[in-house]
């Protein structure tokens, strides 16, 4: 069996490249099974030739005829220390990783004091809160609230832990606050906040139910309306320590 084995002739790869015209060129062909660690240049699993510049295509092996582009991605991180003829070998990622987790995060100011009684400021922090949710890979859906808390549905990075994001939500849109004026200099959210997860099939009712806060602020208050919320999503809380 291993004679048989050391006798096959291995596969031929071409080697192409995308142009940046979308033309493919051939670069030529390149064939072997020379070991390089644990993979085998010319493994279909793991290895893909491209040129330098334009979009790099992975193709399968051949034995005549035109390679066909795989699906698997690949990236420039993972070279392996090797070069073929020029060209540079990689090794593949692993198969991709999708998330799609919805949440509804709700803090308040400071014990509830009125620092956004100005429509104009208001605005301006729901834009500022959104650049943030941007930044950290968590796009918002809707940004909403009132005179004394915020109300965010948005979509919750794979890569951000939930402390984490709340802590740059707070800390740079209390920065971003106290460069609005001396009225705002010792402005602060409260240390405490609620997060919840929402249902693909919920997210238009709370994303309604974000943009017309203003309208509910009116019915009822932050804390009636927090106590209603840890109740619908079955968490305890403990009125000695939640507001703050």
């Not at 071409?14 to 660690?37: A, H, I």
Request: net charge positive; proline share 5%; hydrophobic share 35%.
């Amino acid at each position: 069996m291993k004679s048989q084995q050391r006798g096959r002739k291995p596969p031929l790869f071409v080697c192409s490249e995308v142009n940046r015209s979308g033309q493919r060129d051939e670069v030529g062909w390149v064939s072997g099974l020379e070991r390089r660690g644990p993979r085998q240049v010319g493994d279909p699993s793991c290895i893909v030739f491209f040129r330098s510049i334009g979009e790099r295509k992975c193709l399968q092996p051949q034995r005549g005829g035109l390679g066909q582009p795989r699906a698997t991605p690949w990236v420039s991180d993972v070279v392996i220390n090797q070069a073929l003829n020029g060209r540079t070998c990689l090794a593949p990622l692993m198969p991709q990783s999708l998330a799609r987790v919805v949440v509804h995060i709700v803090f308040s100011t400071k014990h509830r004091r009125p620092w956004l009684d100005d429509k104009g400021i208001q605005d301006e922090l729901y834009k500022y809160l959104a650049q943030i949710l941007i930044r950290v890979e968590c796009p918002a859906i809707s940004v909403g609230g009132a005179v004394d808390y915020i109300h965010i549905l948005c979509n919750l990075s794979r890569k951000l832990a939930i402390m984490d994001l709340l802590e740059e939500l707070k800390s740079s849109s209390s920065k971003w606050i106290k460069t609005k004026g001396k009225e705002f200099q010792e402005f602060c959210w409260q240390g405490g906040y609620g997060i919840f997860s929402v249902s693909e099939s919920k997210v238009p009712d709370v994303r309604e139910y974000v943009d017309n806060q203003e309208q509910h602020h009116h019915r009822m208050t932050f804390q009636e309306e927090f106590r209603l919320l840890c109740q619908r999503h079955g968490i305890e809380i403990d009125e000695r320590y939640v507001w703050d």
